[in-house]
């Protein structure tokens, strides 16, 4: 391994135990890995808990053959559980993610004190360009003025020069939130840069032409695939031999859910601006969208939640978001004007 990449083990460990944890003498650190993991990346995360007083637990499990509760027959749940239930932060740098499984839905109802972050399979450049390069509060801010114009719309439309043309209306009681990479406080968190708007059920319809879909090769390649949405959920699969093999995909888990959309993410993460094939780091493309679908935890979707299987993303890469016919994004690029000033502070005029 060169210098370079041990200095950028390092500022990621750094940045991510140190400046967002905020990791505090005597606290529990667990990170939950499997045989897919990085485990440098780990290795260097423990070193910054023990230097900054902290208790590192490093829980390696096996490879499971999905991810939340599709793998929940390989991973040692009740051990897993009565861990997670007492610790006081839990990072998933296991590359198969328990997020959205009975083990996580338990961790997270029951460890009112839990600071979670998911990173599964990410690569050490990824987690670079994710988790450096931008002021954390300053994008609070910015993150911040933008929920608030989504909160109080009632229809979102967002369009896409791929093809994307889709519609949903919001509840105000569903989940609004961001993750700005504070992780100082009790949260459900992922890689920073995001607004999650959580549809009202049975709403979402229109046309996603994805650039990047999970399970599927799609980003830089010949496959196409696109969902028709009706009423909330998948009503057909469109595209060449990948659309095929996803509509596989989705059938072999007999779980009408799965085709039911979760949540919307709007992608902000200011060092994030062209498509990688990393999905944990593409859902956050600057002026880009994401698409979840299948579980959706209560805590998002209250009282109850979407109870599935399994949960998986697709991304489109550039842009035009609609808020009740105002546009706040313009083919990915920022236009609404209570944004444009803290757009700029955190990118640049003209970017």
């Known amino acids: 391994m060169s210098n370079e990449q041990v200095a950028v083990i390092d500022e990621v460990a750094d940045v991510i135990i140190n400046k967002m944890f905020r990791v505090a003498k005597g606290e529990t650190i667990a990170i939950t890995t499997d045989p897919g993991s990085h485990m440098n990346i780990v290795s260097a995360m423990t070193s910054v808990v023990t230097d900054l007083g902290g208790i590192p637990m490093v829980i390696q499990v096996p490879l499971a053959k999905g991810d939340a509760d599709a793998g929940i027959d390989d991973w040692p749940s009740d051990a897993l559980s009565a861990a997670l239930c007492t610790v006081d932060v839990w990072i998933e740098m296991n590359s198969v993610t328990m997020l959205y499984s009975r083990i996580w839905e338990e961790a997270m109802s029951r460890n009112k004190k839990l600071r979670y972050l998911v990173l599964g399979a990410s690569t050490l450049q990824s987690l670079h360009r994710v988790f450096t390069g931008y002021d954390v509060p300053t994008l609070g801010r910015f993150l911040s003025a933008t929920m608030s114009l989504v909160e109080k719309a009632n229809l979102i439309r967002i369009t896409s020069e791929n093809g994307t043309d889709v519609s949903y209306h919001t509840d105000p009681s569903y989940a609004f939130d961001i993750d700005d990479g504070d992780y100082s406080r009790p949260i459900f968190g992922t890689a920073p840069g995001y607004v999650n708007i959580v549809p009202k059920q049975g709403s979402m319809n229109g ?68 498509l990688s094939g990393e999905i944990v780091e593409d859902e956050r493309i600057w002026g880009g969208v994401d698409f979840g679908f299948g579980h959706t935890s209560p805590i998002d979707m209250p009282p109850d939640g979407q109870m599935a ?35 700029e502070e955190l990118i640049g005029k003209g970017d």
């Open 207 to 274: 046309r996603i032409v994805f650039d990047e879909l999970m399970n599927a090769d799609v980003f830089g390649s010949d496959g196409q695939v696109a969902f028709i949405m009706k009423d909330g959920g998948i009503e057909k699969v469109e595209g060449n031999t990948e659309a095929a093999k996803f509509e596989e995909y989705l059938a072999d888990f007999n779980d009408p859910n799965m085709y039911k959309i979760s949540h919307n993410m709007i992608g902000l993460n200011p060092s994030v601006r062209e």
């Open 309 to 343: 299987k399994s949960h998986f993303d697709g991304v489109v890469g550039k842009a035009t978001m609609y808020l009740d016919g105002v546009k706040i994004l313009d083919n990915g690029v920022v236009c609404h004007p209570d944004l444009i000033e803290l757009s």
